[in-house]
């Protein structure tokens, strides 16, 4: 709903939140014109058109399943990075990470990262792990973590991440584009993804 603010439209749009997805099902099945990946496990909720695709988000892998409680998963083999979005999207709880498998598959080279400054101001530091409900008394909290203040309302929930565990998906991603060949830049504006060179914003249109 905020593309009218903006010049610019993406020709993909990425959802994989599932308690997001729920919550914008209404404003996701009115947006035309763009290619929308939706994971799989909403699919119920969406509307089915041409524009509409969906994916394979491997939940075994993600972060919400991760406890020290839980013998079924192995935390040596996380965090993962697919190499064919077609079979399965690992999951990090961060749908910068899908972005960036689906623009490997894509053959999308070089990649930026725009938009990400991996910064969750307080909320690692007063929540765990986890899908937090938004009160009066936290609302601030959450609003300092989004570009628009009116993206939240009292009564939604959002998750908050593992932080460590998102930051060694940017680092297996950059390693896994090393390897293949590829090129990742990061050209986001004070971000902090510092294990993947940086370069200017500006850069991009010169």
Do not use: M
């Amino acid at each position: 709903k905020l593309f009218k603010d903006y010049s610019f439209r993406p020709d993909y749009l990425v959802f994989q939140d599932l308690l997001t997805i729920a919550k914008k099902t209404d404003e996701i099945n009115r947006i035309k014109g763009i290619k929308k990946l939706i994971a799989l496990q909403s699919s119920h909720l969406v509307k089915k058109d041409g524009d509409t695709l969906f994916f394979y988000l491997a939940d075994h892998l993600g972060w919400h399943e991760i406890s020290p409680d839980n013998k079924d998963i192995y935390p040596e083999y996380l965090p993962q990075f697919s190499n064919n979005f077609s079979a399965y999207a690992s999951n990090l709880g961060n749908v910068t990470h899908t972005a960036l498998q689906l623009a490997y598959f894509l053959g999308c080279d070089p990649i930026y990262i725009i938009g990400c400054d991996h910064s969750h101001g307080d909320l690692c530091k007063y929540f765990s792990p986890g899908h937090v409900k938004i009160t009066k008394d936290n609302l601030h909290l959450f609003q300092q973590n989004h570009f628009t203040k009116s993206y939240y309302k009292i009564g939604d929930y959002i998750g908050v991440p593992l932080y460590d565990l998102e930051t060694k998906g940017y680092e297996t991603a950059a390693n896994f584009l090393k390897i293949n060949n590829r090129k990742l830049f990061n050209a986001g504006l004070d971000s902090r993804i510092d294990c993947i060179e940086k370069v200017p914003f500006t850069s991009l249109f010169k």
